[in-house]
């Protein structure tokens, strides 16, 4: 993994821009800071963000590299310094990011403990029903 893959796996969107300053509201939405705006527009993903004003978009990366002025290598090593990130080593699997749908794996067993006991209980009305 390198620099960008390294920040991108253990850093979110939503995790810089509240470390830079921008007040993240409701829905994941905040003001802004690319042009004036006075009410919440730019939407803040897990992956990327997107501003609805003023088009601006991008990954933590861009964000980080549009808010401070800087390139891409010089915003992800600014991001690695601050979340302190060896940028030589991959993350532990710890750090890096939960699953898109953590709940999932849950649910599918719920779903299938369902099935089970309605399949028990199906069995049973037919064991009555002889």
Request: proline content about 5%.
């Amino acid at each position: 993994m390198n620099l960008f893959e390294n920040v991108k796996a253990v850093v979110t969107v939503r995790q810089a821009a509240e470390h830079y300053g921008l007040k993240v509201g409701r829905g994941n939405m905040a003001c802004c800071p690319f042009h004036n705006d006075h009410t919440p527009s730019m939407k803040l993903n897990e992956d990327y963000f997107y501003c609805f004003g003023c088009g601006a978009t991008g990954d933590v990366i861009g964000l980080t590299a549009r808010l401070f002025n800087l390139s891409n290598y010089e915003a992800a090593q600014k991001l690695a310094y601050d979340f302190g990130i060896d940028p030589d080593k991959p993350p532990a699997a710890a750090a890096l990011r939960k699953p898109k749908y953590p709940l999932a794996k849950a649910f599918q067993r719920e779903e299938l403990h369902c099935r089970r006991v309605l399949c028990d209980y199906l069995h049973l009305l037919e064991h009555w029903k002889v």
